[in-house]
């Protein structure tokens, strides 16, 4: 540890300068939550930060003195936890990656690289093998990504551990979905999830939705996680609708109808039938109705009254209405 113009500073690694941490760092050590000193005392703080960074950054090597492996580790513990926001668990899991954690310089370069993406460096909780992959493996991953056209950095923001796909399975994935007549970039934005699966998990469960009737494309498109579902959830769910009236037609035409809890469509349901509606008739045409909460459903119902209107008959011919704002209804009726 020595020091150039009055700051401690470390070896040169990862493409940082000759200290470990400068003030471009501030941004990102702000955005994981770190509280900086006054103005007059952040050159001491940024001193103290690398203090601690240098001492973790210091190479364990083979016959090294136990005394100094420890401090070693110590030091990128503590960066870890008091600077870098790393839970206590996500440190357990990064010690099962690598016993002596990380050094300090890795993690630095492999945060700058996530804040020049707009990625939250607070993701390493969610995802702690994404500093083993280094500044090098982060930034090849999210190139890949971003070739591939995943929407970028919403996904991994998300979903971080997209990025511990290699990029022949997004390829693959996305070409699946494509042959399905599916925007596979897109869906794979929306649900990243669906990596998880097999591409001849996708191919199979699109098939068995098809065998109800459903157009893949549209029903994929409107709700991606129904790809996720298992053949005996689309079949019990389907099996339930159709005992509550809602016809396969209705399931077809509508399929994100499938994403609803059975006891929240049947709630839906008896509070339409309350508001002297026709539920199945209402659900067919406006099947948005069952994301509504209550209260939206019967303000809605209250507006159309006020502008002289019966509910029953002009939501019978028109239940799309249910969709306008207030201030829209007196446009449409």
């Given at each position: 540890m020595h020091e150039v113009n009055g700051t401690i500073v470390g070896p040169e690694k990862y493409g940082l300068d000759t200290s470990l941490l400068s003030y471009k760092d501030k941004q990102w050590l702000t955005h994981l939550g770190m509280e900086w000193p006054s103005?007059?005392?952040?050159?001491?703080?940024?001193?103290?930060?690398?203090t601690v960074a240098i001492r973790g950054d210091e190479h364990i090597k083979p016959g090294m003195p136990e005394r100094q492996v420890q401090e070693i580790m110590e030091a990128r513990e503590v960066f870890l936890?008091?600077?870098v926001?790393?839970?206590?668990?996500?440190?357990?899991?990064?010690?099962g990656l690598n016993a002596t954690l990380m050094p300090t310089g890795t993690i630095i370069?492999?945060?700058?690289?996530?804040?020049?993406?707009?990625?939250?460096?607070?993701?390493?909780?969610?995802?702690?093998?994404?500093?083993?992959?280094g500044p090098d493996g982060v930034s090849e991953k999210i190139r890949v990504l971003s070739e591939l056209g995943v929407e970028l950095p919403a996904v991994v923001n998300v979903f971080?551990?997209?990025?511990?796909?290699?990029?022949?399975?997004?390829r693959d994935k996305v070409g699946v979905l494509n042959a399905l007549g599916v925007a596979g970039k897109e869906v794979v934005s929306r649900y990243p999830q669906i990596l998880k699966l097999s591409s001849q998990q996708v191919t199979d469960r699109a098939a068995y939705l098809a065998s109800y009737g459903l157009n893949v494309s549209k029903a994929i498109t409107a709700l991606p996680s129904l790809i996720n579902l298992l053949p005996e959830t689309v079949r019990r769910k389907v099996g339930e609708l159709e005992r509550l009236s809602i016809r396969r037609a209705s399931i077809a035409d509508n399929p994100m109808i499938l994403g609803y809890a059975t006891e929240s469509v049947e709630g839906k349901m008896e509070l339409l039938r309350r508001m002297d509606l026709d539920p199945v008739a209402v659900i067919a045409e406006a099947p948005e109705v069952l994301s509504y909460a209550q209260h939206s459903v019967e303000q809605k119902?209250?507006?159309i009254k006020q502008l002289g209107f019966t509910p029953k008959k002009i939501l019978g011919k028109h239940p799309m209405l249910?969709?306008?704002a207030p201030e829209s209804l007196a446009t449409k009726v």
């Open positions: 103005l007059e005392q952040e050159e001491s703080c940024l001193i103290e930060l690398n936890n008091l600077f926001n790393v839970s206590d668990e996500t440190v357990e899991e990064l010690r370069a492999t945060q700058r690289v996530l804040e020049t993406n707009g990625i939250s460096g607070l993701v390493v909780n969610d995802f702690p093998s994404i500093l083993s992959y971080p551990s997209i990025l511990s796909y290699s990029s022949q399975t997004v119902v209250h507006n249910l969709y306008y």
